[in-house]
Nanobody
Framework: VQLTESGGGSVQAGGSLRLSCAAV????????MGWFRQAPGKEREGVAA????????YYGDSVKGRFTISRDSADDTVYLQMNSLKPEDSAMYFC??????????????????????WGQGTQVTVSS
């Protein structure tokens, strides 16, 4: 599975951005897709995740109520709508995909180790 992110950019605090992640390849086996982010000097953290063809979603505590993850199974794309952005949301955002298998229920409590496929990332910068 190849993942391509888009939609990053620079925005002022309080603004919004919508990230997209297009999946190409063996998407029929895709079980869960997620968004992670990594700021300079910090570890990569889970932002949101969603079952590709069913339940969900998961949100990290820092983004609950502000970010919304959704998926369009018709074109194998996952979106991350980010509202009320804060400077601390500035980071490289990565899309990730996981196939069936793995530990139970991980899509509702994702870690980096659960995902085998990663995009190149898209930069989000929020200025105060």
């Amino acid at each position: 599975v190849q993942l391509t992110e888009s939609g990053g950019g620079s925005v002022q605090a309080g603004g919004s951005l919508r990230l997209s992640c297009a999946a190409v390849g063996a998407t029929s086996n895709t079980y869960c897709m997620g968004w992670f982010r990594q700021a300079p000097g910090k570890e990569r953290e889970g932002v949101a995740a969603i079952y590709f063809r069913g339940r969900g979603p998961y949100y990290g505590d820092s983004v609950k109520g502000r970010f919304t993850i959704s998926r369009d199974s018709a074109d194998d794309t996952v979106y991350l709508q980010m509202n009320s952005l804060k400077p601390e949301d500035s980071a490289m955002y990565f899309c990730a995909a996981a196939m069936y298998g793995g530990r139970g229920g991980f899509c509702l409590d994702p870690t980096m180790a659960d995902f085998a496929y990663w995009g190149q990332g898209t930069q989000v910068t929020v200025s105060s």
